[in-house]
């Protein structure tokens, strides 16, 4: 049964750093486009980051520079590092796999990615 899984989120100071965590379950062979994605109270779902099959990226502007999402050496972890974390960032953050061959110029703003994790929580005080 094909699954993601998040892990890692947590509260942390402003200015602090964490790395959430998404492990793949049979899916990197089969998945072109992976994503990171986050949700705030009150808010609705934005793309954070997104990473192909062959290591090319795209980040919002809001996190550009701070955010760096990666792959795992075996290909079944999706990684999403965070520096210079503001409270703004605080939010749900889901990962997303896609069957697309590779990530559209799209990616960062649709949501029908065919697999999704259940969210780990960050909270970033000031």
């Known amino acids: 049964q094909a699954q993601l899984v998040e892990s890692g989120g947590g509260s942390v100071q402003a200015g602090g750093s964490l790395r959430v965590s998404c492990s793949l379950h049979a899916l990197s062979y089969t998945t072109g486009c992976m994503g990171w994605f986050r949700q705030a109270p009150g808010k609705e779902r934005e793309g954070v980051a997104v990473?192909?099959?062959?290591?090319?990226?795209s980040y919002a502007d809001s996190v550009k520079g701070r955010f760096t999402v990666a792959q795992g050496n075996d290909k079944n972890t999706l990684y999403l590092q965070m520096n210079s974390l503001k409270p703004e960032d605080t939010a749900m953050y889901y990962c997303?796999?896609?069957?697309?061959?590779?990530?559209?110029?799209?990616?960062?703003?649709?949501?029908?990615?065919?697999?999704w994790g259940q969210g780990t929580q960050v909270i970033v005080s000031s």
């Open positions: 997303g796999a896609a069957s697309w061959y590779k990530c559209p110029v799209t990616a960062l703003v649709r949501y029908d990615y065919k697999y």
């Open positions: 990473i192909a099959s062959d290591g090319t990226t």
